[in-house]
């Protein structure tokens, strides 16, 4: 069990770019969750895939955020045309259905807008 | 909609103190609940949890009792070490209905010292 791993750790990009982050959940776990955390507050559901079926999604999520699990396994959050507010924490949490209600967090994804 | 209320920090005591940290919760329906803690450079990790009234979660020294009627979980420890340094969010699920995401409160920053 090598846990939740995100990638890149720290992303800077100026207003207006787009930007993709990765996640890898825990092996084998079937459902994956997007939460975004700003500074001073606890994290904010964005959305949630079992398998690859997108199952859930937070009205947070603008249509300039868009999320993928194509093969079931490893996420991709894509956020276009990048603005100074989507400045945040990305994290990630994976968790098994039928197992235990845990979500086993990732250690995120530090994103700057300049 | 549903929510969580932490008491606001940031917090410092001396190592062997005890430590309460409020927690309420405002839901329609039966949640469940949940302590996850953040420590410094890490992500989020499960601290306890607890699924229906009158359920003690219990782990590392630390306890927390969801109660009903007053609608809280408020995170107890008798004994504080300076290794528990950390940020600690209280968060809710509602099962029913099927929805995964999770809910957090704000968090609260401790800072135990020797």
């Known amino acids: 069990d090598t846990g939740v791993s995100q990638d890149p750790r720290h992303k800077i990009t100026k207003r207006g770019q787009n930007v993709t982050f990765r996640c890898d959940p825990i092996?084998?776990?079937?459902?994956l969750y997007w939460y975004r955390q700003t500074l001073g507050q606890g994290p904010e559901f964005l959305t949630y895939f079992q398998n690859e079926a997108q199952l859930e999604k937070s009205r947070l999520l603008s249509d300039r955020f868009s999320a993928e699990r194509p093969k079931g396994s490893f996420s991709t959050l894509e956020i276009q045309r990048t603005e100074q507010g989507d400045s945040a924490m990305y994290l990630c949490?994976?968790?098994?259905?039928?197992?235990?209600?845990?979500?086993?967090f990732g250690p995120g994804t530090r994103l700057l807008v300049l | 909609g549903n929510s969580v209320t932490q008491m606001e920090g940031p917090v410092t005591l001396s190592e062997e103190a005890f430590l309460t940290i409020n927690c309420t919760y405002t839901a329609t329906g039966y949640p469940s609940l949940f302590w996850y803690v953040q420590y410094p450079g890490e992500g989020l990790q499960l601290l306890l949890k607890a699924t229906k009234a009158d359920d003690k979660g219990s782990n590392k020294g630390f306890e927390a009792t969801y109660r009903k009627e007053t609608t809280s979980f408020h995170l107890e420890k008798g004994s504080v070490q300076v290794s528990d340094s950390a940020v600690y969010f209280c968060a809710l699920r509602m099962p029913q209905g099927g929805s995964e995401k999770l809910v957090f409160g704000k968090g609260m920053k401790l800072t135990v010292n020797p």
């Open positions: 949490a994976s968790r098994l259905a039928g197992g235990t209600e845990t979500q086993y």
């Open positions: 092996s084998e776990h079937n459902r």
